[in-house]
Nanobody, 123 residues
Framework: VQLQASGGGLVQVGGSLRLSCAAS????????MGWSRQAPGEDREFVAS????????YYVDSVKGRFTISRDNAKNTVYLQMNSLKPEDTAVYYC?????????????????WGQGTLVTVSS
C-alpha cells in the first residue's frame, strides 16, 4: 500500500500549486483522504479531508477559501488546489487515508500516510 504525493515546489506569495496523491496497492474509494502539513519546527497539522464520495470536505480555518480538496476515485487520487499562497503555508505536505471520519485530525498510528512533498512560498 502506497500513497505517492507530488506537486510541491517553490512559488511566490499569491501564487498557486496543485498537489496530487496517487494511491496504489489497494483501493481507497471507501476511505476519507486528505492532507496534513508540517512546517519547520512545528507539529504536523491537519489541512483538509474529503469523504469517500467526495461530497463532504473539511478544512483547517487557516486555508478555508484558499484551498480546495477533491478526489477522483477512478484514478485513486486526491488533489489539493492551493491558491493565494502565503509564506505561512510553507511546509512539507503529507497525504493520508483513513477508514473512519477525519474532520480535524489525522491519526499517526491508525491512518495510511504518504511521503511528503515540500511547498515553499517565498515573499
Amino acid at each position: 500500500v502506497q500513497l505517492q504525493a507530488s506537486g510541491g515546489g517553490l512559488v511566490q506569495v499569491g501564487g498557486s500549486l496543485r498537489l496530487s496523491c496517487a494511491a496504489s496497492g489497494r483501493s481507497f474509494s471507501g476511505y476519507f483522504m486528505g492532507w496534513s502539513r508540517q512546517a519547520p519546527g512545528e507539529d504536523r497539522e491537519f489541512v483538509a479531508s474529503i469523504s469517500a464520495s467526495g461530497g463532504t470536505t473539511y478544512y483547517v480555518d487557516s486555508v478555508k477559501g484558499r484551498f480546495t480538496i477533491s478526489r477522483d476515485n477512478a484514478k485513486n487520487t486526491v488533489y489539493l488546489q492551493m491558491n493565494s499562497l502565503k509564506p505561512e503555508d510553507t511546509a512539507v505536505y503529507y497525504c493520508a487515508a483513513s477508514p473512519v471520519l477525519r474532520k480535524s485530525r489525522w491519526s499517526d498510528a491508525n491512518d495510511y500516510w504518504g511521503q511528503g512533498t515540500l511547498v515553499t512560498v517565498s515573499s
